[in-house]
């Protein structure tokens, strides 16, 4: 049986979650808070979340894994068969996570964790989600799906990086994202209320005390 390592606050981890649970695959999560520990390195080379464990070994990196269990995995599938139609859905995936998800890091420690970041990071983090839903805006299809009319891995990073862009955007600059996006607005809160998703959003909320707690204590370490 698959093993997804990590831990359920990860976005990166329930991307994999929702696909492996939208795929109807069996799998198991094994709790994994990666460090530079020789253990951890030996499940993700990096020590970073999520990590799949098969017959054969590890593997990272969630783009991968996400492409694996779609090539050898049962279930609906979330690619086109069609090179091209395939070809777009891998560059939303990709226009997603460069240009909304990773600027939206830059304002994680200030909008989620109390911490100052210098203006510059701030400004660079404003200019970079609004020019990257630009982008999706011209690229995506919405109808109703991003990449079209159905359920495709574009979605899945656009369930899991936009929520989080859009409350970077409203805590630390109080700009709605998606004001005048409202198909975008549309399609998260019709991917929010399917089963799998209100099970991933319920293993966070009861994951999050705990992944609190050891930033907390890994920040106290550091200090």
Known sequence: ??????????????????????????????????????QSLNISPRGKVPALGTDQGYMSETSVILEYI??????????????????????????????????????????????????????????????GVAALKRHGKFTPYVAGDSLTLADVYFLYSLDLACAVAQKLFDIDLLADFPQAGKLLAQLNRLESVQKIAADKEANMPEFMAMIKARAQANA
Do not use: W
């Not at 359920?8 to 695959?25: I, P, Q, R, T």
């Not at 891998?90 to 203006?119: D, N």
């Open 1 to 38: 049986m698959l093993k997804l390592y990590g831990f359920a606050v990860s976005n990166y981890y329930n991307m994999v979650k929702f696909a492996l649970l939208e795929k109807g695959m069996a799998f198991e999560e094994v709790p994994f808070h990666p460090d530079q520990s020789e």
């Open 70 to 131: 779609e090539e050898t995995g049962s279930g609906k599938s979330l690619l086109p068969s069609e090179p091209f139609a395939r070809a777009q859905v891998r560059a939303l995936m990709r226009e997603i996570e460069l240009y909304i998800e990773l600027p939206a890091r830059l304002g994680y420690p200030q909008a989620f964790f109390g911490m100052q970041i210098a203006p510059a990071l701030q400004e660079k983090c404003k200019l970079e989600l609004l020019a």
